[in-house]
């Protein structure tokens, strides 16, 4: 672990807090390297500069990552807690930028999580409802998906899985899409195709906008020989 250090209160406190922060926010990880900047007068206040972390194959919520680079600038945490053996917590959002990438693999191996499954959950919903689909969250509670194959290559995706209908039948169920970040918070997909749903929906669109949310800006998205790399800012709240 780096330190910047003039500071007995980063090595002896604040750092050991921030790294129990860290390994609860995630099921495992690998490897977690810390870099902190400070002194004594401004962790005393509860003011934290700068933050830089790297972590190799953490799992969060049952999504398995690769590479992590995160760095994050003016944290405020409740220091007067932590010296007193308490949690370390963020007193106000903090803007974190950084580097993510993702292994094809990892994403395969993540398939059964409930992260993913709601994150294709939100992109059927939102396909069926560009192809005017009423209540398309309804109607899809109807059916039970179970998400089978990943595969990214050149700026695209493919999702492969099966789907259960209301009646009891299956169906192979196909996703596949070229992915483009138009936006820091936009996604376009385009050239969309979906099969396996063919009592509520059409089977190709040609572009789905989605909203990435005011707490993401992305510098850029590429999808390449079986990888997903990411970089860009988040806000991080309390």
């Not at 990880?29 to 206040?45: A, P, T, Y």
């Not at 596949?176 to 138009?182: D, E």
Request: hydrophobic letters at 40%.
């Amino acid at each position: 672990m780096g330190l910047a250090v003039d500071s007995n209160l980063i090595g002896k406190i604040l750092a050991p807090a921030l790294r129990l922060w860290l390994r609860s926010q995630v099921e495992t990880v690998e490897s977690l390297e810390l870099e902190i900047d400070g002194k004594d007068r401004q962790i005393l206040r509860g003011y934290v500069p700068r933050v830089a972390l790297s972590s190799d194959r953490a799992i969060y919520q049952g999504l398995q990552l690769g590479r992590v680079l995160l760095r994050g600038e003016n944290i405020r945490i409740n220091i007067g807690q932590v010296i007193k053996g308490k949690p370390l917590k963020l007193l106000e959002p903090i803007r974190v930028s950084g580097e993510l990438q993702i292994s094809q693999s990892h994403l395969q191996a993540s398939l059964t999580s409930d992260l993913l499954a709601s994150a294709f959950g939100e992109l059927l919903v939102a396909l069926l409802a560009e192809q005017g689909v009423e209540n398309p969250q309804g109607k899809l509670k109807n059916y039970t998906f179970h998400w089978q194959a990943i595969a990214l290559e050149h700026q695209s995706f493919q999702l492969k899985g099966e789907v259960q209908d209301p009646q009891g039948q299956s169906h192979d169920l196909l996703v596949q899409a070229r992915l483009q970040l138009a936006s820091p918070k936009t996604l376009h997909l385009e050239d969309i195709t979906l099969l396996g749903l063919p009592a509520i929906a059409n089977q190709n669109l040609e572009r789905l906008t989605v909203d990435l949310g005011e707490d993401v800006d992305l510098e850029s998205l590429d999808l390449n020989n079986g990888e997903l790399f990411c970089l860009g800012r988040v806000l991080i709240r309390p």
